[in-house]
């Protein structure tokens, strides 16, 4: 049997195989093909990362996303057009050698991170069978739920997420409410497949539901993302290989049915909103969404709108051609998105003249006049954040570079001995890397706001186990560990494999 290595190295080279394909022959056919070889391959490499357990790799994780993004969102526009004209319509009538440079650059650069994963140490090994449910576990669980519930009871999340003041800032429980969805949904996935008890179990199987119900109003994507954050916990707490491939089926069609059904949901939210306005009341917004997707009378013009916004929705590759096009004509602008993005990671206090920065509201409102580009919302990632500011040569640059601070959070996290803080910590991480469309501040504060938070989970954490007594034989010069005494908080002893 082939090794996942192995078998993810071979298929990074096909992905640069298809990229180079896409430069040589840029014509329709070769662009769909190439967007299924890489929707696949993004599928298999997903599989092998979670299934693998202990082959979970930051490089892979970002070239899956991207080409799940990209590739995916690609054929998706494809398949929706009834012929070629009306493909070239969706795709806004852009050249198709344009599009194709694009995914070509997609492709070479996420084969690359396919191609260098092997080199890089999987990012969840140290948590393999580390710990099972205990009183923190059972604490994180019930104050991420009440932190995420005080976020809506105060307005600090709703539709779309995270809600701002009329100065453009968020709150404090608005930025930590959104940053434990992710970690709390792997958290809880990992102890529903490590708990002592069945009742531990059905708990923590709670947990997931209810987190994953909670961030029904941010988006189809934060959906996805939850219940594949939580997938992975529960890979990694030896859930999934407990399943037989009958019921691992049936898990995905459950799974893939109930994310069908509240995207679908999270798209009536949307109308609401615009019947509406952003500032009704979010139980207002929800009721008129429920209405638009059981009312018999708006039943049709909400699948109508739906499927349009599908159509139209998924071809975010064409937002990174356009850059490639525009910084092609006028140049990069030479780091102005990094400045702008490393000011807004810095707090307000710090920094007086931050409402400058603020005003602009997003980034497409700072480069875009520079690029004479519409200033309109785009669907951002890594890759038009270094195009924007180097070129093509700053697509690689900043992925490769996003890959190192992600890979060095990991390893500065994992160097306390806590197990849940631990394992919170690499889910939030991880949960950063699976989201495709972020731009670089968006990694940035995140990271920020877990360097607080850290600190803090791993002393309420070890706080209990360091006020304890010594065990018996510890002197003045610290405890005595006695053989195969393992003292508390520490990590379970494992036999070498």
């Given at each position: 049997?082939?090794?996942?290595?192995?078998?993810?190295?071979?298929?990074?080279?096909?992905?640069?195989?298809?990229?180079?394909?896409?430069?040589?022959?840029?014509?329709?056919?070769?662009?769909?093909?190439?967007?299924?070889?890489?929707?696949?391959?993004?599928?298999?490499?997903?599989?092998?990362?979670?299934?693998?357990?202990?082959?979970?790799?930051?490089?892979?994780?970002?070239?899956?996303?991207?080409?799940?993004?990209?590739?995916?969102?690609?054929?998706?526009?494809?398949?929706?057009?009834?012929?070629?004209?009306?493909?070239?319509?969706?795709?806004?009538?852009?050249?198709?050698?344009?599009?194709?440079?694009?995914?070509?650059?997609?492709?070479?650069?996420?084969?690359?991170?396919?191609?260098?994963?092997?080199?890089?140490?999987?990012?969840?090994?140290?948590?393999?069978?580390?710990?099972?449910?205990?009183?923190?576990?059972?604490?994180?669980?019930?104050?991420?739920?009440?932190?995420?519930?005080?976020?809506?009871?105060?307005?600090?999340?709703?539709?779309?997420?995270?809600?701002?003041?009329?100065?453009?800032?968020?709150?404090?429980?608005?930025?930590?409410?959104?940053?434990?969805?992710?970690?709390?949904?792997?958290?809880?996935?990992?102890?529903?497949?490590?708990?002592?008890?069945?009742?531990?179990?059905?708990?923590?199987a709670m947990v997931v539901t209810l987190v994953t119900l909670a961030v029904v109003p941010t988006g189809r994507r934060a959906i996805l993302l939850v219940l594949l954050i939580a997938t992975i916990g529960f890979a990694l707490g030896g859930g999934l290989r407990r399943l037989s491939l009958g019921h691992k089926v049936a898990a995905i069609a459950i799974g893939g049915l109930f994310a069908y059904v509240t995207s679908?949901?999270?798209?009536?939210?949307?109308?609401?909103?615009?019947?509406?306005?952003?500032?009704?009341?979010?139980?207002?917004?929800?009721?008129?969404?429920?209405?638009?997707?059981?009312?018999?009378?708006?039943?049709?013009?909400?699948?109508?709108?739906?499927?349009?916004?599908?159509?139209?929705?998924t071809f975010v590759l064409g937002y990174l051609s356009d850059l490639i096009s525009a910084v092609g004509s006028s140049g990069p602008l030479y780091g102005d998105a990094l400045e702008y993005y490393l000011r807004l990671c810095i707090p307000s206090a710090l920094d007086p003249n931050k409402d400058q920065i603020i005003a602009y509201q997003m980034v497409e409102t700072l480069v875009h006049p520079k690029l004479g580009l519409p200033v309109i919302d785009e669907a951002n990632t890594i890759l038009t954040d270094g195009v924007t500011d180097f070129g093509l040569a700053g697509a690689l640059l900043y992925t490769s570079g996003l890959v190192v601070l992600m890979r060095g959070a990991i390893s500065a996290i994992q160097r306390i001995g806590s197990p849940i803080t631990v394992m919170f910590g690499t889910f939030t991480v991880i949960s950063l890397v699976l989201k495709p469309e972020l731009t670089l501040d968006e990694y940035l504060v995140p990271l920020r706001n877990l360097a607080a938070f850290i600190p803090l989970m791993w002393i309420a954490e070890a706080l209990p186990s360091l006020s304890r007594r010594s065990p018996p034989g510890a002197t003045s010069a610290g405890p005595r560990k006695l053989p195969g005494h393992k003292l508390p908080g520490q990590w379970p002893l494992r036999s070498g494999r």
């Open positions: 049997m082939m090794k996942p290595v192995a078998t993810v190295s071979r298929l990074g080279a096909a992905i640069l195989i298809a990229g180079f394909a896409l430069l040589l022959w840029p014509s329709l056919v070769v662009f769909a093909a190439a967007s299924i070889i890489g929707s696949a391959i993004g599928l298999v490499v997903l599989y092998v990362s979670i299934d693998g357990r202990d082959q979970t790799r930051i490089s892979w994780l970002l070239a899956t996303a991207l080409l799940l993004a990209y590739d995916g969102g690609s054929i998706s526009t494809y398949l929706s057009a009834s012929s070629p004209q009306e493909f070239a319509i969706l795709t806004k009538d852009r050249p198709i050698e344009l599009i194709s440079s694009a995914l070509a650059l997609v492709h070479i650069i996420c084969g690359l991170l396919l191609l260098i994963g092997r080199l890089e140490r999987p990012a969840t090994a140290a948590i393999l069978d580390s710990t099972a449910d205990n009183w923190f576990s059972l604490l994180l669980a019930c104050g991420g739920l009440g932190l995420i519930a005080l976020g809506y009871a105060f307005g600090d999340l709703g539709y779309m997420g995270i809600q701002t003041d009329a100065a453009g800032r968020i709150s404090v429980i608005g930025a930590a409410a959104s940053l434990v969805e992710g970690p709390l949904a792997g958290v809880a996935g990992y102890l529903a497949a490590r708990g002592r008890q069945p009742l531990s179990r059905l708990f923590y679908s949901y999270f798209f009536a939210l949307r109308l609401a909103t615009w019947e509406l306005g952003n500032t009704a009341a979010l139980s207002d917004q929800l009721w008129l969404g429920l209405d638009f997707m059981l009312s018999p009378s708006l039943k049709e013009r909400f699948n109508t709108l739906f499927y349009d916004n599908v159509r139209e929705r």
